[in-house]
């Protein structure tokens, strides 16, 4: 299970792909309508350079909280 929810406002995201190339364990993809999506969030590991990098500010990374 993931510790981390990526949340992207789709109609903020432009697909410049700069999330993409930069996020270092390959979380995001561009969809088929050229829209950032979180393929692989189990890999995420918080480090926020993607809601940093984003220029349109879609992006935001939150941790979430499990109850034992
Ligand atoms: S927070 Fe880091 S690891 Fe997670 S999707 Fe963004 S760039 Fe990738
Ligand atoms: S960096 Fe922002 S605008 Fe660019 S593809 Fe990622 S979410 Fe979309």
Aim: proline letters at 6%; charged letters at 20%.
């Amino acid at each position: 299970m993931s510790n981390w929810q990526i949340d992207i406002i789709e109609s903020w995201c432009k697909g410049c792909g700069i999330c993409v190339n930069f996020c270092p364990t390959k979380v995001l993809e561009l969809n088929p309508m050229g829209i950032a999506a979180a393929q692989r969030p189990e890999d995420c590991t918080g480090c926020e350079l993607c809601a940093r990098l984003c220029p349109d500010l879609a992006i935001t990374v939150m941790k979430l909280e499990h109850t034992a």
